[in-house]
T-cell receptor
C-alpha cells in the first residue's frame, strides 16, 4: 500500500518562529510536491522537487523554502512564520513519467498549521 | 499559463440522483485532465483521468467527458451514495510544458442528502 506521511496533523506556532514540515514517501518516487490548500482557492503549488537536491518554485514560493537531501524525504520550511501562512499544507509524490506522461500524485493527510 | 475554473463550488444532491461537476481550461495545449476526490481529514486521491485523445471515460458510477473544442471537461457521478460526499478537484496539465505540474480547479464540495 502506497504511503505518504506528514510529520504532524496539527501544528500551532507563533509569529516569527521557524517551522519545519516533514514529508516522507515509501514508493521510491522521484517527484515530490508541497501545496497549500485554502477554501475557495484549491491547491496552490509552493515548491516541487524532481530529484534529490533539486527544487523548483511553484506558484507561491514567497516565505517558504524546501530541502530534499534524500529521495524519500521532502521538507518545507517557513523561515519566519506569519499569520497569513495559516493554512492546510499537503505533500504529494509521483513517479517521473516519460515524455508526455504525467504520473498520479499520491497525497499525505495534510498538516493544518495555525500561526498566532 | 494555464488556468482552470471549476463549477459549482458546492453541489447538494439527493441520494440516488446524478451529480455533474464542470471545469474549463484555457491552454489548448493541455492534454491530461485528472479528477481527485478529497474525503474529510484525508489528502486528495485520483479517481479518474482522461487524456485528450479520447472524449469519454467511464469507471463504474463515474465518468469524465472532454470537449477539446470548447475546452471543458466534466465529472459525472450516477446513483450517488453517501460515501460520494467529499470535495472534488479537477486539474489540467500539458506534460510537454512541464512534466511535473498540475493546474488545479478551486474544488467542489459535493453533499449527498439522505
Amino acid at each position: 500500500d502506497v504511503k505518504v506521511t506528514q510529520s504532524s496533523r496539527y501544528l500551532v506556532k507563533r509569529t516569527g518562529e521557524k517551522v519545519f514540515l516533514e514529508c516522507v514517501q515509501d514508493m521510491d518516487h522521484e517527484n515530490m510536491f508541497w501545496y497549500r490548500q485554502d477554501p475557495g482557492l484549491g491547491l496552490r503549488l509552493i515548491y516541487f522537487s524532481y530529484d534529490v537536491k533539486m527544487k523548483e518554485k511553484g506558484d507561491i514560493p514567497e516565505g517558504y523554502s524546501v530541502s530534499r537531501e534524500k529521495k524519500e524525504r521532502f521538507s518545507l520550511i517557513l523561515e519566519s512564520a506569519s499569520t497569513n501562512q495559516t493554512s492546510m499544507y499537503l505533500c504529494a509524490s509521483s513517479l517521473s513519467g516519460g515524455k508526455d506522461t504525467l504520473g498520479e500524485q499520491y497525497f499525505g493527510p495534510g498538516t493544518r498549521l495555525t500561526v498566532t | 499559463g494555464e488556468n482552470v475554473e471549476q463549477h459549482p463550488s458546492t453541489l447538494s444532491v439527493q441520494e440516488g440522483d446524478s451529480a455533474v461537476i464542470k471545469c474549463t481550461y484555457s491552454d489548448s495545449a493541455s492534454n491530461y485532465f485528472p479528477w481527485y476526490k478529497q474525503e474529510l481529514g484525508k489528502g486528495p486521491q485520483l479517481i479518474i483521468d482522461i487524456r485528450s485523445n479520447v472524449g469519454e471515460k467511464k469507471d463504474q458510477r463515474i465518468a469524465v467527458t472532454l470537449n477539446k473544442t470548447a475546452k471543458h471537461f466534466s465529472l459525472h457521478i450516477t446513483e450517488t451514495q453517501p460515501e460520494d460526499s467529499a470535495v472534488y478537484f479537477c486539474a489540467a496539465s500539458n506534460p510537454r510544458d512541464s512534466n511535473y505540474q498540475l493546474i488545479w480547479g478551486a474544488g467542489t464540495k459535493l453533499i449527498i442528502k439522505p
